[in-house]
């Protein structure tokens, strides 16, 4: 997905499919990408109680960036070189600025004296949740060990502006998500030139040896 420059939203529950599901149609209209979603077995087929309804998204069209005033969509002729120009100018921009506007990127815990960040994603999200939980740490522990967590909706391409403000003041970052480091790498490109930016953990601990596991299932 990457490669082709395809936008992948990753839901954590039921609930999020349903959601996500209308984001990334409405996405792919505004920026003209295909926008691809993470499906995983252990969430599409378990049973949950949804909330449906005309008015439960709002989708809001970004005003911070202009369109080419050709649009952005498929047309004849249209050449592989003119294609690919609109995608890397235009549909990229668009498509970070889209999932700014909808807030879909969220920060479900912020300590008010901030030092530690837990950055994840999708079904690693609710595994991080149950960890923390076993661990008893909860709203009030986390408060008092200045622990904050940031839940990414889109995993590729990483909104920077959000990320940014979340690392903001931050000591140490450990990212979470499943298989490859694709949020870990972004980070590392969008937070390397702040003047005081945290510690970057997550595939691996600051001395390169393995932390998270790249291989098989992420688990609490």
């Given amino acids: 997905m990457v490669s082709a420059m395809i936008p992948v ?8 499919y349903l959601d996500y599901g209308l984001y990334g149609i409405a996405l792919s209209r505004y920026s003209g990408c295909w926008v691809a979603m993470k499906c995983l077995t252990d969430t599409v087929e378990s049973s949950a109680t949804a909330y449906v309804g005309p008015d439960r ?35 990229m921009p668009m498509v970070k600025a889209f999932i700014r506007a909808n807030g879909l990127d ?17 079904k690693a999200w609710l595994d991080v949740e149950q960890a923390l939980g076993d661990l008893g740490i909860h709203e009030k522990e986390a408060e008092e060990i200045g622990l904050s967590v940031y839940k990414v909706a889109c995993s590729w391409p990483l909104e920077p502006q959000g990320i940014r403000a ?39 601990d600051e001395a390169g040896e393995m932390l998270l596991p790249s291989d098989g299932e992420l688990t609490p």
């Avoid at 939203?9 to 999020?16: C, D, I, K």
């Avoid at 969220?106 to 994840?120: E, L, P, S, Y």
């Fill in 57 to 91: 998204v709002e989708i809001k069209i970004p005003g911070d960036i202009e369109p080419p005033a050709d649009g952005v969509h498929i047309r004849w002729p249209d050449t592989a070189t003119k294609q690919e120009n609109r995608l890397v100018r235009h549909k």
């Fill in 166 to 204: 979340f690392a903001e003041g931050l000591d140490e970052i450990l990212v979470v998500e499943e298989k490859r480091s694709l949020i870990e790498e972004q980070m590392a490109r969008l937070l390397y030139d702040m003047e005081k930016r945290p510690v970057l953990v997550g595939k691996e």
């Fill in 106 to 122: 969220k920060i479900t815990q912020d300590a008010k004296i901030r030092k530690f960040g837990i950055v994840t994603t999708g």
């Fill in 9 to 16: 939203l990753n839901p954590a529950t039921v609930q999020e």
